[in-house]
């Protein structure tokens, strides 16, 4: 059986906008990391709903409830908590390559964000969008979550999402 994906239909393919590329659902992964000293300490994987890349913003709507870790009760009380993360940005002209300067809204938090990486083409109407960056801790300690996720919120997270939009 064939793995190669590119003879399904893509993303928003029937209606689509000149210059918005969609996210195509089988080309995508957002992994966040915890690390200690350097050495990766927790991962885990969050599901992209869906994300619209114009050449000079990005927006992505990340369901909450789908984080997965190897951690089967700590992957229980995040998704409790998360709901649905939202994440606005535009892309920093100055810089060469592809940097995201916006914000991360979940809940009744706004958090700064900035994700840089590369954005390459990738053919015809597709480009392969690749972001890295680190969610600091929050300036104020969490009140509405469990006492694990206020332990874990104190540790900067490393976010890194790669992903195929096409027109």
């Known amino acids: 059986m064939p793995t190669d994906t590119r003879f399904l239909p893509a993303a928003g393919s029937l209606d689509a906008e000149p210059g918005v590329h969609r996210l195509r659902p089988d080309r995508r992964v957002l992994e966040l990391t915890l690390r200690l000293l350097g050495i990766p300490l927790l991962r885990g994987r969050l599901t992209v709903r869906r994300a619209e890349f114009v050449p000079g913003s990005l927006t992505a709507e990340i369901d909450g409830g789908s984080f997965r870790t190897r951690v089967p009760l700590l992957s229980a009380m995040v998704t409790r908590e998360l709901g649905t ?8 002209a100055e810089q ?17 964000l900035v994700l840089g990486g590369e954005l390459r083409a990738a053919g015809e109407g ?7 960056g680190t969610l600091p801790p929050p300036r104020r300690p969490l009140r509405t979550v469990s006492w694990l996720v206020r332990l874990l919120a104190r540790r ?12």
């Open 126 to 132: 597709r480009v392969i969008l690749w972001l890295r």
């Open 156 to 167: 900067p997270i490393h976010l890194e999402f790669a992903g195929e939009f096409v027109r």
């Open 85 to 92: 993360v939202w994440f606005t940005g535009e892309e920093s």
């Open 96 to 112: 060469p390559s592809a940097e995201f300067a916006g914000r991360l809204d979940f809940g009744d938090s706004t958090r700064d």
